[in-house]
Structure formats: structure tokens, C-alpha cells
């Protein structure tokens, strides 16, 4: 992305007409609770909590001056009254269906909506087993060859885009966390995945050939499961070459969520960490798919290494050189949606004298999960329409594993991540950088610290 391609303040394209959000995993607990939420707000009968987007206020200028506008003022957003839900799922199963098999929401949120949401079917899903393995769908495309797929899919976006008449697409991942996959060559340029694709090469993984589908189409892709998906160099060259934004991966909801607000106060205090034993019980779907070790073995990866970007051990030997890290998911059906996220952590502070801390999140896995699916939609348009292409890291904030440039570790802290984030949306629209420089209001050379009294 050049820098001269990024378009400001008025130059960034408005929102006007219909925005699709297309999502494979439509008949999920994480698409079921968002798609629901956003129709209970749209007819007031909700309200957003969660999203940055819908209720988030941005600080602008000096202290003094008291400007803070809320971001959907600030920013061209697409308003929620035009955006238009679809996808795919391997279920066939509509989307009142899918939601009560959730066990997300209550009758109390879905018989209001239950037209709206039988409304919406699941395109036949592009499904490989081999990739999912705890799972068994039947309502998937029947045509043996990857290419074959691949434009299937996009002979579906294309038909869903004309059939609603809508302006701008975005794909979000939403579908279950794959196998466990290490880069290989075919991953390693757009020409190399192309022809992968067209001999039928089995290490393709169905959310490939979506975001496939989503980049030649020219839409921006969204990854929320810790799959390796987009994360590689062909994709990002295929963003670059088409001029289209992408981001992942692995939404950042419970645990996680939690560990990325707690190390960076440690490391801050600089209290030293001899180990953090991390264990959920999960019962829902995810929770099945996570039962299998491939699966596992993917979203482990991207739990674990928080962490270790955070207390950055090579900086601090002493205080995290060799802490314990263990995180463990278990599939207890009982449960359903609502996790249980036990942390016990160890630290040590002054001259090496031991503490414990204990978290116990009794959370609920999509309802923390669904606005942050709201923001993201929105903001990978608004970056779409202000001419920003390839890896968003601005919208770190949202994700587990922050994707990155090659040369870069990943910024996993939250409150870096909202202050990468509102900076952008400060330069997308000409306003200051705030950088809470510390001497800002103390320096003989700086303005005046108050508005002059009356
Ligand atoms: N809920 C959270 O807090 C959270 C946080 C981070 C990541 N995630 C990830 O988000 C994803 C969705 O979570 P969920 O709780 O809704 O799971 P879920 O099992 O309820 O939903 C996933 C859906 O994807 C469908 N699916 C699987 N493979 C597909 C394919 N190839 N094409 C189309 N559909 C496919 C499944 O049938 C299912 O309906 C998971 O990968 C999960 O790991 C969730």
C-alpha cells in the first residue's frame, strides 16, 4: 500500500447504497448472535454494546479543547440499515434455525426477528473433511475439482451482489477453525496458489478458496478463526495486486481478551511472571471442532503467543524468561455458548516474594464475539473505500494473532492496539496524532493548559 494511494477526509468515497457482508459459517453461533444482534438494533430493539463502531467516542485535539465525536460521526461508515447479510454454511439449516440450535440468544430475541432471519438460506458450502474433521455437513457443492469450486463461489457472490443490488461486498470467516497448517511453497506466491488450485492440490484448504473467491473478486476478507487462510505471502500479493484490504485472524474474545489486558499491566509494573495456567470449558460447536487435536493444535498456537510478544522475555530475562504457559480446551457439552476461562497466574514482585492471581470469565463466547464481527465489517469497508489494500494491522485490537508485515512482531497489547486504531482513523480524517507525550501541556513552548476563563 503506498502511501500516496490512501485517500483523507473528504477524497474517501461516501457509503452510499447497500453494503453485503458475506460470511462462510453463516448458520454459526458467532454469525447466528451477530446477524440477529444487528437486526434487534436496526429496529430498536437492541442496543450495540460491544462495538467501537456504534458507541465509541474518538478524543480529538488538545484536552483543553473537548472535542470527542462519536466515530460513526467522524468516520464514513456504512449505517446498519444498509447492510445486507449472506454466506454459506455446510448445514442447510436457515437462519432462525441455525440461531435456536445456538443456543445463543433467547426466544425472547428471535421470535421478534424470526421472519427476518428464516429469511436468510446458506448458499451450498465448498467443505473438504479432511480440514474438519469433528464435522459432517451435507448441504455442500458437489463438483470434484478445486477450480471447479472456486468459481462456483465467486459465480455465487456475484449472483447474491446483482440479486440484492448491493454496492460493496466484505467476506468475513466465520466458518470452523481448520486443521493445523504450516506454510508450503504453494503458499508462497499468487502464481504458485493459482496452480495449486487449477491441479487440484489437496493442501488447499476450503477457507483458501473462499478468500480466493473474495480477493479476485475484489472484496476485502476478513479471517476470525485462527486458520492459516490469508496469512501467507501468495494472498497478501493477490491483496496487494487487487487493491484489497484484508485482516486477521482469530477474534479476540475471552481468555485471550483478558490475558491481553492483564500482561501488559504486569509487564508495565514490571511484576515478574513465573507461569499462567490458561483452561476453558467449552459445549457448543466450536467447542466440538477444538475437540479434535488438529484443530486444537491451531487455535493453541494462536492462544499461546500472546504472551510472549507482550513480556517480550529477551528484554526482561529476570522477570519472564522462564515462565510456564499452558492453555487447555475442554469440550463439555452442558455449557453451550457460555465459556468458562479459568486463569491462574503466578508473579513475583520486590526481592522475588510470590502472588497468585485468579480469573474466572464465566463469558459468553458470541456475544463478545459479535461486535467486534460488526466493527470489523465496517471498518474494512471505510478502508476499502479510502484506497488502504493488504494487511490492516490497525485493526489489531480485534484479533488473537494480529497479522503482520514479514518484518514485524506482532503488537499484541489492547491498549496499544485502540491507540493504533484511533490514530488511523485521526489520519484517515487530518486530525492530529495523539501521542500522550507527557510534557504536552508542561513546556514553555506549548499552549496554554485551559481555555482562558471567562
Ligand atoms: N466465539 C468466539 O469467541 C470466537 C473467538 C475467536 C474465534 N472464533 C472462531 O469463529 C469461528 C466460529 O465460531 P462459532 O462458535 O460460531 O462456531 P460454530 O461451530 O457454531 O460455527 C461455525 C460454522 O461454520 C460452518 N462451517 C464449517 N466449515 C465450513 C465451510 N467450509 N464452509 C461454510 N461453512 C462452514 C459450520 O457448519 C458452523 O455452522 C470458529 O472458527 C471459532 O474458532 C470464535
Known amino acids: ?165 448491493i454496492d460493496r461486498l466484505v467476506m468475513i470467516w466465520c466458518g470452523s477453525t481448520e486443521v493445523h497448517q504450516k506454510p508450503q511453497e504453494i503458499h508462497q506466491s499468487a502464481a504458485a496458489l493459482r496452480e495449486a488450485v487449477n491441479r487440484n492440490d489437496q493442501r488447499i484448504a476450503p477457507s483458501m478458496l473462499y478468500a480466493l473467491a473474495a480477493l479476485e473478486s475484489g472484496i476485502p476478507f ?46 508495565s509494573r514490571l511484576l515478574g511472571l513465573e507461569g499462567w495456567y490458561s483452561t476453558n470449558i467449552l459445549g457448543n460447536r466450536d467447542g ?35 515462565y510456564y504457559h499452558k492453555v487447555a480446551i475442554n469440550y463439555y457439552p452442558p455449557r453451550g455458548d457460555n465459556k468458562e476461562g479459568w486463569d491462574c497466574i503466578d508473579i513475583f514482585g520486590w526481592l522475588g516474594y510470590p502472588m497468585q492471581i485468579k480469573v474466572d470469565f464465566q463469558c459468553r463466547d458470541s456475544i463478545l464475539a459479535a461486535p467486534l464481527i460488526l466493527d470489523l465489517v465496517l471498518f474494512m469497508d471505510l478502508a476499502q473505500r479510502s484506497g488502504m489494500s493488504g494487511i490492516q494491522e490497525w485493526l489489531s485490537f480485534y484479533f488473537k494473532s494480529p497479522m503482520v508485515q514479514e518484518n514485524l512482531y506482532p503488537e499484541h497489547d489492547l491498549f496499544i492496539q485502540s491507540m493504533k486504531l484511533k490514530n488511523t482513523l485521526r489520519y484517515l480524517m487530518g486530525e492530529e496524532q495523539i501521542t500522550h507525550f507527557g510534557l504536552d501541556y508542561y513546556m514553555n513552548t506549548c499552549e496554554p493548559c485551559e481555555e482562558p476563563k471567562k
Open 288 to 322: 466440538l471442532v477444538l475437540d479434535d487435536k488438529d484443530s486444537f493444535k491451531t487455535k493453541e498456537e494462536s492462544k499461546l503467543s500472546v504472551l510472549e510478544y507482550i513480556l517480550q522475555p529477551h528484554l526482561y530475562p529476570s522477570l519472564y524468561k522462564n
Open 1 to 165: 500500500m503506498k502511501k500516496d494511494s490512501i485517500k483523507k477526509g473528504e477524497q474517501i468515497a461516501p457509503p452510499s447504497g447497500k453494503l453485503g457482508i458475506l460470511i462462510p459459517g453463516i448458520g454459526g453461533a458467532v454469525s447466528t448472535t451477530f446477524v440477529a444482534g444487528v437486526e434487534l438494533i436496526r429496529r430498536g430493539l437492541a442496543e450495540p454494546i460491544g462495538s467501537l463502531t456504534q458507541l465509541g467516542a474518538i478524543r480529538l485535539g488538545k484536552r483543553y479543547e473537548h472535542r470527542a465525536p462519536k466515530i460513526k460521526e467522524f468516520v464514513p461508515l456504512a449505517g446498519l440499515e444498509d447492510i445486507v447479510f449472506g454466506g454459506w454454511d455446510i448445514y442447510e439449516a436457515n437462519g432462525f434455525e441455525a440461531a435456536l440450535y445456538a443456543r445463543v440468544l433467547k426466544r425472547e430475541h428471535l421470535d421478534p426477528i424470526k421472519d427476518f432471519l428464516g429469511g436468510i438460506s446458506p448458499m451450498k458450502a465448498v467443505f473438504d473433511r479432511r480440514f474438519v474433521k469433528n464435522l459432517d455437513g451435507t448441504h455442500v457443492k458437489s463438483s470434484a475439482g478445486l477450480a471447479e469450486r472456486l468459481e462456483e463461489l465467486k459465480a455465487d457472490i456475484a449472483e447474491f451482489k446483482a440479486r440484492n443490488g
Open 222 to 267: 476478513i479471517n476470525g478463526a485462527p486458520n492459516l487462510t490469508i496469512d501467507i505471502p501468495a494472498m497478501l500479493e493477490l491483496a496487494g495486486n487487487n487493491g484489497v484490504p484484508v485482516a486477521g485472524k482469530d477474534f479476540k474474545t475471552g481468555q485471550t481478551l483478558m490475558k491481553t489486558i492483564l500482561a501488559p499491566g504486569l509487564k
